[in-house]
Each structure stands twice: as structure tokens, then as C-alpha cells.
């Protein structure tokens, strides 16, 4: 019987030898079918500690690694040159030995033949193989329905000279959701409507196919909205190209909320809504967008905005230097300096934190290796964290990169008085020496060691590919609720941007602006894109991603707590004391007050997200039902309800006002039949209770909460 | 073992050339599934109505608590001794009298293992079931339980007390994040925050208020629908305040909350911290139908001096109060109470932090992080008390038997609540997760 065994074992060795001319390739063959088949991923051998005592490099990342953990560990015992398919690496994937992660290949397949017809031909790594770059095609693709197949065609350069199709050996990662599936493996067919995403992996390369499929097939009249402004031309294309129409243009009092919310973070007076109303001239909606860019709360506004996005916070007994930060900040929105002098401005500042506030940018994190982090996401849109244990498994960033670019800021002294000259090493994990300071991505540069002056010269040079739509990405996402990248700070070689042409042009256009905000939001918010409404009348629902209207945004908690107050208590608007009664202006979150602390759910995470806020956890309903938040204003002596109270002013026109000055529009006729349907039976004293009522409902609508 | 192997895979051989073929491929998968767990048929157990979770946050010593190794070298076995317990065999440490003479109600995992030794990756997996990925949060059993279950209580269905747990609703709507009930468990007049009537205003009010609400939202609500295959995880249902009103017009529900018409001296049997009192409100809670509360406690993070921090609680303490002392009044107290009126059978008890502490005593007098073997308790709802399964190596370095991972203790709650632990959750982007992946049921501790 046992010979039997054997016997076979030796036929199949000889049926392979015979079949397959060259040796196979540890680097390009075998490493690769592991990925594929999930040896190495994160969950399996490939997860940092290794699984069940055998470590493999993620997704063969490292392959000389790989050899050694198959070949030499554990004394050899993983590989059997005489009898290969008693090999542990062969016996446990195909089921013969206990395996923690069950059966994943048959005896036949051709991971099993190639890896027993490697061993059996002595499991050597001559020449190490590696990919310089891996061709797929098509990598952007349109099609109508789910019948028409798209081939796709995979080919690998090595650096030895060779070429192939590595088709059957590449990994083909479809998204979960099941609106992608593979036929005859390399036909995929696209299940759903939308625009999906394939990843083709081979060896270290990985490349993204963007698939879209029609959601109708009617024809798109063409639109005279798409040629007036840069967005508005790729956004119609691409919602033609869909076959998805482009709503119409939301009403002009909800544009100008829109607008003043986004620019000032407050509602338009009713002054404001009456002036604009009242004007028919062309260039209205331009007029309105240069008063807002020009006041002060606009600069008040952006302060916040871009404190937040650079995490701007008041540390322990740090009130001074909060303070010189936030006035450096504010400064720069005040004169329109351009991002790429703010951002050398905090990367090469130096000096007392309390005199000099760009400087505490460097005190935002407690080392190099958090500090690189951070500046990776803020200034480069790119999350380098995963390439600090390993190669990032879905993007360029190798751990070289990773040290190269933490050892850059190893000598900032983080202390109130910040200097860049200190001395300071970072250590790579894996050779345990000091990493070599780099600008990643950049192998070699002229200057044998970089300093951060010489990163921020290639970061905020013309023609670096990652500033400029790093912060334009991030800017969108302040006005359309998404980035074109989603989510704004993970631009991956995988994870494609919805409009790439649009990203592009648009980190163009912000360069020749000099870097500068208020350009960039005036072509913006002149856009019909911005425009459009966010009404959706026949109930269509429809993918966020291709800007078809416009989506409702939650309000930041601190832009809804003044905003709540601005309805209610119209005079004390602006009241600015010198720490402000808005609750914009201290821009320190973790110190904010206790409302703002329920409502800002989210706080501990880094990266709010909007649908956080929209919707309300219980308690922070509790909070707006049973707290003084809104309660106490209600009834402020000096607040709009009682004003109007002892002015005896009829009910009817506070309630019209009051819809006015948080919603800028009149009650609906079935809103105010909701209102007589309450009031009618009830005496004068129990009417403006129930106004009370009415205007706390108001307040805690999604209407009023959200921008749209 | 060369043998076993051979001979399997001869069987295999034969069977290929064989009319049996089939049969005996289907017998090499099965050989296997329990460890993949792709074949194993997972139903329902549902034998709790509900969980109380102590979340040991900061990761408990399993050497000084549940896994004591009084045999090992002097500077592994630590500062305390092992006692005997009310169950002929089983051990636990001298710092649990109390718990000691319950031994019958609970089991102790001593084989749990996970591969994370960071706090926060940690936490994660522990409190989802999950290993954390990049790309995705997933929310955590209690988030999941709140998800899924319809209960007839208007109070929350999951509570966090007191203070709030590291994972939330994760991809769920935040709606199932843990109701946080902060303030001063230990204070005699303790209300929950934003919890009473604002001055003036009644139940008459708020109905206005509502009625009001749901007129403008229906507004709001015929345009907020830009997420399209989100519908149902996502609806906005909670925007109507529902829930928010229902508690305010409950005078059950709100008197859940009041520990001040608890006698002092039940009060002071489960301890007058704020663990013991945590614990005393979880009881209210969930005999009011709230299907899930942890209860957070703090502080285990002891990588220093333990004596002082597992023992004492302060420099003097006789009898100490430190953590261990104050976890064995606290828990014995909720164990009896639940006991005593049957309600632990219905009731599961879940005691665990995100990893043990290593076994070696650093220089400091502590134990720093383990995560590779470490004890979780369980107690009723369906668990087999009175029992120790798995064990730990000789020096409580590696799981010996019955190695148990995160996601099977996950899979294990689940099945007890009722929960199939491979119904698939759907993210906001669409995409389908199975509830807990990985995991399988651990059969002793559940009688199987």
C-alpha cells in the first residue's frame, strides 16, 4: 500500500518535470498562487505573528522572507525534495495534514503541481525575480448591461527581461458586495448599475480596474448646464455616460442657505434672504458669494474649518500657544495665503510655540513616526500607517518609505520652543539600524540626507502629484459631503478617485490660483453642480458619487449650536466677546462645552464622519429634548419668542418668520395645517407654549440640522 | 504521526480510483471542518434573554485571577495564592473569596488566545469578535444584540455604564453605539444626565413636540435619500427622536436608572464603588428587558506593582480594595442576586479584559501585555457552571487544550442570545458581513 503511495508520488514528479520546461519560480509562480489562494493575507500566515507557527511576508511582500520560512525554518522539515507531496507547505493546503485553514487546493491544481515540481526539483531561489510593471487592460471601462463581458488581459515585466500574461496567477479581488463576479477566469461581468472596483494583484504590483455599468440606457438630452465651469462639464459627462440625469437647480433661498452655510457657517439673515429675493440681475448669486467671501465670518468660519482638518486643539496649560496657533491660522485665511505657504510655513517653523503659532504643528504629535502619519494624511491625502510593519499591502509605500520618511522629522524637539536641528533617529524594524531620512516614494535623491526643508520644497513644488489634490480633495468634501477620493484622506493606487479627470484639473486650477481658498470656493459654489437641488421628487434613489443633486450634510455640532442660537436669540449674533459667544470660535473640541460634547458624538474618533452626526444617538436626543440647550432659550426674556410675546405680534407671522430664519422658506400648507389642527382650541397663553413646541420641533428637524 | 498522515492520504488515493470516490472526499472535508467551520451547521442556542459584559478594560492578570500557577518559578507565580473553591478541584485566586464560594455558577476559559497585545487592536477584537481591519469598524456584540433585537423595554437596549466602551456600533447606525449613563454611580440621589422633564415643560408638551416633529420630517424624510441600498440598516427612524420620547413618557423606564430606591444595604453588598454600583444598575436594567449592558471597569492595565494595584487600592488598605477585591464583591453581589431570584439562568454573565498579562514579573512588581493564553469567566444563561475548560501550559505562557479565540467566545454569546452568528450584517456601502466569522461554538461550556 505504501508503495503504492510512492510510487505515484514519483509519477507525478515525472509528469510535471515533463510538462513544464522551465523551473518553476519561487518569486513568480509559487509566491503568487499563495496570494491568490490567501496563504499570506492578513488573517493567515501573513498577519504579523504568523498563523500556527508559520510566517509569511503579506501578500509575498518579502520574498527572500518567504524562502527562508519555507525552505529553512523549522530545520527544513516544510519541504521534502525526495518525496515533495510529503512536503508540510504541500500535505496541509491540500488536506493530508491537519491544516487550520481547511482544504484550499486540490491535489491537481496548479499551485500543487508547480510547488511538489518545485521542491522536487530542489526548491531553489537562483534568481529572484521582481516585477517592474504589471499591465492590465482595460483599467477604465463603460458598459450597458451585465451581458457584455469585459476580458481583461494581465501582463508582467521582470526585471530580468522576461515578459508574460500572468492571468491564472493573479489575484483578482472583487468588492464584497457581489456587484462584480468573475466568469472563465479572466471575464468579469458587472451585476449592478454603479461604479465598482476590481483589483488585479500580482507579485508587489496591485492596479485598479474602475468598472461602470449604465444605469439606464435611455438617452441623456444634452444639457447646457455642463459647459460653463470645469465641474460642471466632467460631472454631466459622467452622469451621461451613466445615463443619470442632472437635477435642476435648487430654489434661490435654498442655494443662498446653502451658500452662507457653507462660507460662514450661519443662516442668512432675513435681510440677507430679502435683498437676494428681491434682485434679477445675472450676476446675483456672484454678488452674494464675494460678500461672504469678504467678511469676517467667513474667516471666523474657515478658521474652524481648517483648524479642525490640521487638528488644531488646546493642550494642558497650553492656552498661550493655542492661541498663537489660532491667530497664525486665522491670519492666513484673513490675507488668502495660499496652502502651499501655510504648509511650508508649519513644516519648517521653528521657535517659541507661543510667539511663532505655525510652530505647533510639530507639538501635535508625540514622535517622528506619528508626526510622518499625520503629514502623510493632512498634506498628501495618503495613509502611510500600514507601511510601518510591512509594505503597504494596497499601495506603493514600501517600509523603507515609511522610516525613510518618520526618520525626516526624528530631530524635531517637541517642546515650546520647536527647533528642526535636534538629533534624533528612527529605527527600521527589521534591520534594527537607524532608517535613512527619505522623501517617499523618492528612492534616490541628489542630497544624500534630506532634511524637512528639502521635503517641503518637492512636497509644495508645481508639479508634486500629491499636494495639490490632497487639498483639494479635502476642500471638496467640505462642500459636497464626500471627496472625489472617498474617504478624502486615502488616496491609494487602489482606491481610484470617482472623477480622476476632474481631481486633475481641479489641483491644476487651484496651482495657477496660487493655492489660494477663496478662488477655489468661488468657482465652487458658482458651479451648477452646487446648485443642484436636493429635493428628490419621484424617490429615485441614487449613488452619492456621481453628484446628481445635492446631498443632505449634517452641520458641524458647534456651526448647529450657533445656529440654533442665532434663531433664537437674533441679537446677541454678533457678539463677539474676546473668546466669542460662538461656539465656532474656541476651535478646541476636546475642551468644548458639555452640549457641544454630547453632540459631537464622534470626538474620540479621528475622522468624523458625516452620517455620524446626522444621525442623533439617544443621547445626545436626550440632550436636545431635556437640556438647557434649546429649552432655555425658548424662554429667554430677551430671546425672539418673548420679544414678539410682549409685542403681542400675531402667531401666524412669528411662525412664518421663524420658518424663514432657520429653513428660508414659508411653512408648507401641510405644516400649517398640523400648526391649526394644535392651536385652534386652545387660549392666547396656551398658543405661545405651543409656538415654544412648534419652533423646539423645528430646531431638532433634519431639515435644520443639515445642510442641503 | 508520518504514518497517520500516509495512511490518510492513501485512503484518499484508493478513494479517487474508487466508486466511493465522492464519499470519501466528503470525509476528508469533514476531518476538517471543525476547524475552517464552513461545514459545521451553526443554529441557535438562545438560552439568555440578555448579557451583562465586566469589561476588565486595560487587560486583567489571568495569573493572579482565574489561572493562578502556584507551582511555577518564584518570578512567575506572582504575589497570591490560589484557594479552594466551592467546586471539588477548581481554583481561583485568594483575592476572590467571595466569587470562590460561587465557583459552581460560573466556568472559566483558561484557553483563550489571540494574537493582539495592543490596547485599542485589542479591545477590538475582544469586544466585536473581529480582528480589526483597516477598512472597516465592526460593531461590537452588544452593538449587533441592539441592532437586531426588538425588545417591548423603551429603554436603550444597549447600555454602557460608567463610562463609555472603546467599540461602538462600528458599521451599524451610531443609534446602536452604547447608551453611555454617566455621572456618579456611587452618589445616593444618582440620575442620568438629560434624563428628567426641562422645568415647564410635561408630557403634554413633548407630545406636541412629537407631533410637530413628525410633520416637519415627513418633509425631511421624502428628500434624505441619498444613500441608496442603506435603507433599512440606515433609516432615519431615530431622527423621529422615538425612542427619546418614549423614555420621557415612561416613569418605569426612568426609574430604572434610580440606585436610590435600592436599600442601603443591597447597596452596600455589592460595594459602594463605582464597579459595585455599575453592576447594581446593570441588574435593574436588564430585569427592566434591556437585552445588553457592560459594565466598564477600568484600570487593569497594571504593568507595575502589583500588589498595590491588584490588592490594596491604596497604601494601608485592610482588607484591600483594589481591583480584584472590589471585582469579587461587585460580581458575587450580581451573581447572588441574579441567583436568587432565577433570573441567571436567562441572564448571561461574560467577565473578560483584552488580553492576560505576561507571565514573567517585569522589574517593576507588574505584569506587562499577553495576549497569547489568558481566562475569561462566563456565567449563566446557558453555561454550564462549575467547570474549567481549556487550560493554559505550566507557566501560563501558550494554551495547552482547547485553544479559544475571540471570535469563537463571540460565536459562543451569540448562539446563547438567540443570534446566528452566520446571518450577514450589510455595511452602509452595501457590502454583507456575516455577524462573526471564524468563530465556532465552545461546546464544553455550553454542555454540547
Not at chain 1, 508547480?114 to 510593471?133: N, V
Not at chain 1, 435681510?271 to 474667516?299: G, T
Not at chain 2, 437586531?148 to 451610531?174: C, I
Not at chain 2, 517593576?364 to 469567566?377: I, L, N, Q, T, Y
Amino acid at each position: 500500500m505504501f508503495k503504492l503511495t510512492w510510487l505515484m508520488g514519483y509519477c507525478l514528479i515525472g509528469l510535471l518535470s515533463a510538462s513544464n520546461e522551465g523551473e518553476p519560480s519561487l518569486d513568480s509562480d509559487i509566491l503568487p498562487w499563495m496570494t491568490k489562494l490567501g496563504c499570506n493575507a492578513g488573517n493567515c500566515h501573513g498577519s504579523a505573528a504568523g498563523r500556527g507557527g508559520f510566517h509569511l511576508s503579506l501578500f509575498a511582500s518579502d520574498p527572500a522572507a518567504d524562502y527562508e520560512a519555507i525552505v529553512h525554518e523549522l530545520e527544513g522539515r516544510r519541504i521534502d525534495r525526495i518525496f515533495p507531496e510529503r512536503s508540510l507547505v504541500l500535505a496541509k493546503p491540500t488536506g493530508y495534514l491537519d491544516h487550520g485553514g481547511g482544504i484550499i487546493a486540490e491535489d491537481d491544481s496548479p499551485f500543487s503541481e508547480l510547488l511538489a515540481a518545485w521542491i522536487g526539483k530542489g526548491a531553489k531561489r537562483t534568481s529572484p525575480r521582481a516585477t517592474l510593471h504589471l499591465d492590465v487592460q482595460p483599467i477604465d471601462v463603460l458598459v450597458s448591461s451585465s451581458e457584455e463581458l469585459v476580458e481583461l488581459q494581465i501582463r508582467a515585466q521582470y526585471s530580468d527581461g522576461h515578459e508574460e500574461t500572468v492571468m491564472s496567477k493573479s489575484s483578482i479581488v472583487l468588492p464584497d458586495d457581489g456587484s462584480v463576479s468573475l466568469v472563465d477566469e479572466n471575464k468579469l461581468r458587472v451585476l449592478r448599475p454603479g461604479q465598482h472596483t476590481v483589483l488585479v494583484r500580482f507579485m508587489d504590483k496591485v492596479v485598479a480596474v474602475t468598472l461602470s455599468h449604465k444605469f439606464a440606457d435611455a438617452a441623456i438630452p444634452d444639457d447646457p448646464r455642463a459647459v460653463e465651469n470645469t465641474i460642471d462639464k466632467h460631472i454631466v459627462s459622467r452622469l451621461r455616460d451613466l445615463g443619470l440625469t442632472f437635477s435642476p437647480a435648487a430654489s434661490d433661498s435654498r442655494w443662498l442657505r446653502r451658500v452662507t452655510l457653507d462660507l460662514t457657517g450661519r443662516l442668512p439673515t432675513l435681510d440677507e434672504l430679502n435683498q437676494f429675493q428681491s434682485e434679477s440681475s445675472s450676476n446675483r448669486y456672484e454678488s452674494v458669494v464675494d460678500r461672504l467671501l469678504s467678511s469676517e465670518a467667513f474667516v471666523d468660519f474657515w478658521t474652524f474649518r481648517l483648524g479642525r482638518w490640521l487638528k488644531i486643539h488646546e493642550q494642558p496649560k497650553g492656552r498661550a500657544a493655542f492661541e498663537a496657533y489660532r491667530n497664525w491660522l486665522r491670519q492666513c485665511v484673513a490675507l488668502d495665503v495660499g496652502f502651499d505657504r501655510m504648509v511650508r510655513e508649519l513644516l519648517l517653523a521653528e521657535g517659541d510655540s507661543h510667539e511663532n503659532g505655525a510652530a505647533n504643528f510639530h507639538r501635535l504629535c508625540e514622535d517622528a513616526r506619528k508626526e510622518a502619519e499625520v503629514v502623510a494624511r493632512l498634506f498628501m491625502g495618503t495613509r502611510m500607517e500600514c507601511a510601518n510593519c510591512h509594505d503597504h499591502p494596497l499601495d506603493r509605500w514600501k517600509q523603507d518609505d515609511y522610516h525613510g520618511f518618520a526618520a525626516l522629522f526624528a530631530g524635531v524637539q517637541r517642546e515650546r520652543v520647536v527647533k528642526l536641528q535636534g538629533r534624533g533617529v528612527v529605527h527600521h524594524p527589521k534591520t534594527g539600524e537607524s532608517a535613512t531620512p527619505r522623501i517617499p516614494g523618492i528612492a534616490a535623491l541628489a542630497q544624500t540626507s534630506p532634511t524637512i526643508q528639502h521635503f517641503a520644497d518637492w512636497l509644495t513644488a508645481s508639479d508634486n502629484a500629491f499636494f495639490a489634490p490632497a487639498i483639494v480633495n479635502m476642500l471638496w468634501k467640505q462642500f459636497f459631503g464626500r471627496g472625489l477620493v472617498d474617504p478624502y484622506n486615502d488616496f491609494r493606487e487602489t482606491n481610484p478617485a470617482s472623477h480622476p479627470p476632474l481631481l486633475q484639473e481641479l489641483a491644476k486650477e487651484m496651482g495657477r490660483d496660487g493655492y489660494r481658498l477663496r478662488p477655489w470656493i468661488k468657482r465652487v459654489v458658482l458651479s451648477n453642480t452646487y446648485r443642484t437641488d436636493s429635493e428628490d421628487g419621484d424617490g429615485e434613489s441614487i449613488d452619492p458619487r456621481f453628484y446628481a443633486k445635492t446631498i443632505y450634510r449634517p452641520l458641524e455640532a458647534e456651526v448647529y449650536v450657533d445656529a440654533i442660537r442665532d434663531v433664537l436669540m437674533p441679537s446677541t449674533r454678533d457678539d463677539n466677546g474676546p473668546h466669542g459667544v460662538r461656539a465656532i470660535h474656541p476651535i478646541d473640541r476636546a475642551n468644548a462645552s458639555s452640549s457641544l460634547q454630547v453632540m459631537n458624538g464622534c470626538m474620540r474618533q479621528d475622522d468624523c464622519s458625516a452620517d455620524e452626526v446626522a444621525n442623533l444617538g439617544l443621547a445626545a436626543q436626550l440632550h436636545l429634548m431635556n437640556s438647557d440647550l434649546i429649552n432655555a432659550l425658548l424662554t429667554d426674556p430677551n430671546g425672539q419668542l418673548q420679544i414678539w410675546e410682549r409685542d403681542q405680534v400675531p402667531i401666524h407671522e412669528r411662525l412664518e418668520n421663524i420658518f424663514l430664519r432657520a429653513l428660508t422658506r414659508n411653512p408648507t400648507t401641510h405644516e400649517w395645517n398640523a400648526w391649526n389642527d394644535e392651536s385652534k382650541s386652545r387660549n392666547p397663553d396656551e398658543q405661545t407654549k405651543l409656538l415654544e413646541d412648534l419652533v423646539w420641533s423645528l430646531l431638532v428637524s433634519k431639515e435644520f440640522r443639515c445642510n442641503h | 504521526m508520518f504514518d497517520v498522515y500516509l495512511n490518510r492520504r492513501h485512503w484518499v488515493r484508493i478513494g479517487t480510483l474508487s466508486v466511493f470516490g465522492a464519499i470519501t472526499a466528503d470525509l476528508r472535508r469533514s476531518t476538517f471542518a471543525g476547524t475552517g467551520g464552513s461545514d459545521e451547521k451553526r443554529d441557535v442556542l438562545a438560552k439568555a434573554d440578555s448579557c451583562i459584559l465586566i469589561w476588565l478594560d486595560g487587560g486583567p492578570s489571568h495569573l493572579d485571577t482565574f489561572d493562578l500557577k502556584p507551582a511555577a518559578p518564584q518570578e512567575l507565580r506572582g504575589p497570591f495564592r490560589p484557594i479552594k473553591t466551592n467546586v471539588p478541584g477548581i481554583e481561583i485566586s485568594e483575592l476572590m473569596p467571595n466569587l470562590a464560594n460561587q465557583a459552581n455558577h460560573f466556568a472559566i476559559v483558561r484557553s483563550v488566545t489571540s494574537p493582539l497585545g495592543e490596547h485599542g487592536l485589542a479591545n477590538h477584537y475582544l469586544l466585536t469578535g473581529h480582528p480589526p481591519s483597516p477598512t472597516l469598524r465592526y460593531p461590537s456584540i452588544g452593538s449587533v444584540v441592539s441592532f437586531l433585537r426588538d425588545t417591548s423595554s423603551v429603554l436603550p437596549k444597549y447600555l454602557s455604564l460608567p463610562e463609555s466602551v472603546s467599540a461602538g456600533a462600528g458599521f451599524l447606525p451610531s443609534e446602536h453605539d452604547p447608551f453611555v449613563v454617566a455621572g456618579d454611580l456611587t452618589k445616593p440621589d444618582f440620575r442620568i444626565q438629560d434624563a428628567t422633564f426641562y422645568p415647564g415643560i410635561d408630557a403634554e408638551r413633548l407630545r406636541n413636540r412629537r407631533t410637530f416633529l413628525e410633520a416637519l420630517n415627513r418633509r425631511a424624510n421624502s428628500m434624505y435619500r441619498e444613500e441608496p441600498s442603506s435603507v433599512e440598516v440606515h433609516g432615519l427612524s431615530n431622527d423621529h427622536f422615538d425612542r427619546a420620547f418614549e423614555m420621557m413618557f415612561n416613569a418605569g423606564a426612568r426609574e430604572a436608572f434610580q440606585l436610590g430606591s435600592e436599600p442601603e444595604s443591597k447597596r452596600a453588598r455589592y460595594g459602594s464603588r463605582k464597579f459595585g454600583q455599575s453592576c447594581l444598575l446593570a441588574k435593574r436594567l436588564i430585569e427592566r428587558g434591556v437585552p445588553f449592558v457592560t459594565v466598564v471597569y477600568s484600570g487593569w492595565d497594571t504593568h507595575d506593582n502589583l500588589v498595590f494595584n491588584l490588592r490594596d487600592g491604596f497604601t494601608g488598605a485592610m482588607p484591600g480594595v483594589g481591583l480584584i477585591p472590589t471585582l469579587d464583591q461587585g460580581l458575587s453581589a450580581l451573581i447572588d442576586d441574579l441567583s436568587s431570584s432565577g433570573r441567571l439562568e436567562t441572564t448571561l454573565i461574560v467577565v473578560m479584559g483584552e488580553f492576560g498579562r505576561t507571565p514573567k514579573i517585569n522589574n517593576g512588581g507588574g505584569r506587562d501585555h499577553w495576549p497569547r493564553v489568558f481566562s475569561v469567566a462566563m456565567a449563566g444563561g446557558g453555561i454550564v457552571g462549575g467547570q474549567v475548560v481549556g487550560a493554559s501550559d505550566r507557566n501560563g505562557e501558550s494554551p495547552l487544550e482547547l485553544p479559544v479565540t475571540p471570535a469563537d467566545l463571540a460565536c459562543t454569546v451569540f448562539r446563547l442570545l438567540g443570534i446566528d452568528p452566520v446571518q450577514e450584517l450589510r455595511t452602509r456601502d452595501g457590502r454583507p458581513v456575516a455577524i462573526n466569522q471564524h468563530g465556532k461554538l465552545i461546546k464544553p461550556l455550553v454542555g454540547a
